[in-house]
């Protein structure tokens, strides 16, 4: 079992810095990926950034083309901390958006939602002027 807990986020202008954590606990040794998914109102979880975390893939990334070069995601496997840097920041990055662990054995960096075994409760980011 792997428990996930995310801070941050909150309100920001379009064109701020928003960053998003995800502090994870329990069975981390044997998470392969980890990544940040959103939600926005009427619409279908999406992943934002994946990263891997052990394994052949460890430090590789991948990033939704919405959010190339604007989001960094990073991880420090020894506190076991997920974050999300969100820069030039737009209405439409409205969202809950969620931490997501993967514990299955991957050699990728899945990018669908039901890949992932773990969830976190969300936190919401809002873009508006």
């Known amino acids: 079992q792997v428990k996930l807990v995310e801070s941050g986020g909150g309100l920001a202008q379009p064109g701020t810095t928003l960053r998003v954590s995800c502090a994870a606990s329990?069975?981390?040794?044997?998470?392969?990926?980890m990544a940040w998914f959103r939600q926005a109102p009427g619409k279908e979880r999406e992943v934002v950034a994946v990263?891997?975390?052990?394994?052949?893939?460890?430090?590789?990334?991948f990033y939704a083309d919405s959010v190339k070069d604007r989001f960094t995601i990073s991880r420090d496997t020894v506190a076991d901390i997920l974050t999300l840097q969100m820069n030039s920041l737009k209405p439409d990055d409205t969202g809950v958006y969620f931490c997501?662990?993967?514990?299955?054995?991957?050699?990728?960096?899945?990018?669908?939602?039901?890949?992932?075994?773990?969830w976190g409760q969300g936190t919401q980011v809002t873009v508006s002027s």
């Open positions: 997501a662990a993967r514990n299955l054995y991957t050699t990728g960096l899945p990018i669908r939602a039901p890949e992932y075994e773990y």
């Open positions: 329990g069975a981390t040794t044997s998470t392969f990926t």
């Open positions: 990263i891997g975390w052990r394994g052949v893939q460890a430090g590789t990334t």
